[in-house]
């Protein structure tokens, strides 16, 4: 039975760099996808991106440019970075090991406020 | 990005009731489409993916359809514990986009 836990600073100012971290027990990274998805309050899921075993990654384009994801086998953990956050990036963050077509297993997300 | 729009936003239902929900795609994505539901306070599980494979455990009243690029959520028998948000999600093309969720609501 796969277990992810997810930690991270759940209070940032903007401008301000957020960092989560996942770390998964009870299953391989192999064959899997790592995924990052936020939910802001009372809205809906926005994919953010995910990341392979071999380390390979696709992001939404409309973060691209502020995320970067990281895999680290060694430690069953992988991370995400969102730089110069704004208000406008709020919300609940999950870690999710996917499957090709599917979300498979959510961590149990992280609220990221950011407020000045 | 490929736009997934869900119909009904909201339905309000009672225990026994048939529900079906609706989510159609911008573009051809095959059958490329999971459903998932998520409780308040929750994260979200998945409950069926391409378009209409029931994932290990998840009670067969849930069942999906496709019809070219619409796509429905069945559940057979509302049950107090369906009542919850459903989300369609598109696995067809970068980036993964989600419909905007169905709320099942007590009557």
């Known amino acids: 039975q796969v277990q992810i836990h997810q930690w991270g600073a759940g209070l940032l100012k903007p401008s301000e760099t957020l960092s989560l971290t996942c770390n998964v027990s009870g299953g391989s990274f192999t064959g899997y996808y790592w995924n990052w998805i936020r939910q802001a309050p009372g809205k809906g899921l926005e994919w953010i991106g995910e990341i392979n075993h071999s380390g390979t990654t696709n992001y939404n384009p409309s973060l691209k440019s502020r995320v970067t994801m990281s895999l680290d086998t060694s430690r069953d953990h992988f991370s995400l970075k969102l730089t110069s956050v704004t208000v406008a990036d709020t919300a609940v963050y999950y870690c999710?090991?996917?499957?090709?077509?599917?979300?498979?297993?959510w961590g149990q997300g992280t609220l990221v406020s950011v407020s000045s | 990005d490929i736009q997934m729009t869900q119909s009904p936003s909201s339905v309000s239902a009672s225990v026994g009731d048939r529900v079906t929900i609706t989510c159609r795609a911008s573009q051809d994505i095959n059958a490329w489409l999971a459903w998932y539901q998520q409780k308040p306070g929750k994260a979200p599980q998945v409950l069926i993916y391409?378009?209409?494979s029931l994932l290990s455990g998840v009670p067969s009243r849930f069942s999906g359809s496709q019809s070219g690029t619409e796509f429905n959520l069945t559940i057979s028998g509302l049950q107090p514990e369906d009542f919850a948000t459903y989300y369609c999600q598109q696995a067809h093309t970068f980036p993964r986009t989600f419909g905007g969720g169905t709320t099942v609501e007590i009557k």
């Open positions: 999710v090991r996917g499957r090709a077509i599917y979300f498979q297993n």
């Open positions: 391409a378009a209409s």
